[in-house]
């Protein structure tokens, strides 16, 4: 049974640091890895999705990496900002689901 | 700009009531799905529709269950709902025209069992 682990739970930083968030799974097995950004109250809106044979995607300042060998990707926010604040879900897509991480909840101090 | 749109957005039930929680979505998305969100767990999913006619269960479907009225609209039922069923429940749909697609999700609908 495939299982994502995402590392810090919770993570709070200064305005304009750079920072990454860390997801692992346990089955290499998979069709991609996707990071979701999650706010109060709300649904999940998709970030970047990282197909099983590329290495990475970026979109403005965000990007992510995947080493399927190793079981691992990371989210690198660049310059983070208070509107980053939110909690962001890794999850990993085996043969017709998605599998979620618990998430990192990003609190960006101004 | 809808995409996904789930109703009510609010419920609260006594145990034993049954509902039914409705998905709707206007991207022409062949799959949706059913998922629940409870504090420390994490996103599970309950039920899929990989496409219109078909339903399979996820990791956790006991205690519910859905139709898929058509390709728009995904519905889940609590037939006799239960405290442990309280939850945030999302909807989601993705395009099967390739499996590299990714999934959309509704609002949630917070739903509170007595």
């Known amino acids: 049974k495939q299982e994502v682990t995402q590392i810090p739970a919770a993570l709070s930083v200064p305005e304009g640091e750079n920072l990454v968030l860390n997801c692992s799974f346990t089955d290499s097995a998979i069709y991609n890895l996707q990071w979701f950004r999650q706010d109060p109250g709300k649904g999940l809106t998709s970030l970047l999705l990282i197909q099983s044979s590329q290495r990475e995607q970026t979109s403005g300042r965000l990007n992510a990496s995947l080493d399927k060998s190793s079981g691992r990707s990371t989210l690198y926010i660049a310059a983070s900002q208070p509107g980053d604040s939110a909690t962001y879900l890794c999850?990993?897509?085996?043969?017709?689901?998605?599998?979620f991480g618990k998430g990192t909840m990003l609190l960006v101090s101004p | 700009n809808a995409g996904v749109t789930q109703t009510p957005k609010f419920q609260v039930l006594k145990t034993g009531q049954s509902m039914t929680l409705q998905c709707a979505q206007d991207?022409?998305?062949?799959?949706m799905y059913w998922y629940r969100q409870d504090p420390g767990m994490g996103l599970r999913l309950i039920y899929y529709s990989a496409s219109e006619g078909t339903t399979d269960k996820g990791e956790v479907p006991n205690g519910y269950n859905v139709s898929r009225l058509n390709k728009r609209e995904f519905s889940l039922r609590l037939e006799s709902a239960a405290p442990s069923q309280t939850s945030v429940y999302f909807c989601?749909?993705?395009?099967?025209?390739?499996?590299?697609?990714?999934?959309?999700f509704g609002d949630g609908t917070r739903l509170s069992i007595l």
């Open positions: 989601a749909s993705s395009d099967l025209s390739g499996v590299n697609q990714p999934q959309h």
């Open positions: 991207m022409n998305h062949n799959s």
């Open positions: 999850a990993v897509k085996g043969y017709s689901t998605l599998t």
